[in-house]
């Protein structure tokens, strides 16, 4: 069993809806949480970050982290073009020397 | 842009040789991170670096090597090259080092190496 498991998809939706992507994850000392966005043959991107449980807003973005349940979720409002692409989550625990990032969910926003 | 800056974006290389890839960290930042990037692995950690000591080894193979030069610029040698070697790798860059809190990866544009 993978540390961090996230659906590759892909997942197409039109524009305006509301996407939902999720990760759950085995190790439970994980406490910085992450999601990153990357563009076809690019670099993943920083879009989210969160310590602990919680949600976060950031403008279009919630992230979300139930650490009871080991899921964390991103969604996205009101879907543009623009947001197609590849989202990784990503997290890691104290003393972690790396992240243990997901598989990746490729989002396709139809005009 | 990330400011992490990595070259070349491209190399095309053959079976058996060797290739250095580049990579200079974000202003101000001290640990670097080596990623490998294929359709079948997902983002594979291969090796930290903070201010120019090694701090972390991951799925590195022995035939890859890497360095952190007193300017934090970093350097990916890979040597006696495989075709299952191709694979897009990621330069990364952070002011601290993970499991501190200082989990903010900001990553560069890739190398992408074809080995034919």
């Known amino acids: 069993q993978k540390e961090v498991e996230q659906d590759p998809g892909p997942l197409s939706v039109p524009e305006g809806a509301i996407v939902s992507l999720n990760c759950t994850y085995s190790?439970?000392?994980?406490?910085?949480f992450m999601w990153y966005r990357q563009y076809s043959r690019k670099g993943p991107e920083l879009l989210m970050y969160?310590?602990?449980?919680g949600n976060k807003e950031d403008g279009r973005f919630t992230a979300q982290v139930d650490k009871s349940s080991k899921y964390i979720s991103l969604f996205i409002r009101d879907s543009q073009p623009s947001d197609s692409a590849t989202y990784l989550c990503?997290?890691?625990?104290?003393?972690?020397?790396?992240?243990?990032f997901g598989a990746g969910t490729t989002v396709t926003v139809r005009a | 842009d990330s400011g992490v800056t990595q070259t070349p974006k491209h190399l095309i290389t053959a079976t058996g040789q060797r290739v250095t890839l580049r990579c200079s960290p974000r202003s101000g930042d001290l640990s670097v991170y080596w990623y490998q990037q294929s359709l079948d692995q997902g983002l594979q950690f291969l090796i930290q670096?903070?201010?120019?000591?090694?701090?972390a080894k991951g799925n590195i193979l022995e035939r890859f090597s890497a360095q952190q030069f007193p300017d934090l610029h970093s350097e990916l040698n890979l040597s006696s090259l495989e075709l299952g070697d191709s694979a897009l790798y990621f330069c990364?860059?952070?002011?601290?080092?993970?499991?501190?809190?200082?989990?903010?990866?900001?990553f560069g544009s890739g190398t992408q190496l074809s080995v034919l």
């Open positions: 990364a860059s952070s002011v601290g080092v993970t499991g501190t809190g200082n989990e903010k990866l900001f």
């Open positions: 990503a997290m890691s625990g104290p003393d972690d020397y790396k992240l243990s």
């Open positions: 969160t310590y602990s449980s």
């Open positions: 670096y903070y201010n120019g000591e090694e701090r």
């Open positions: 190790n439970s000392a994980f406490q910085y």
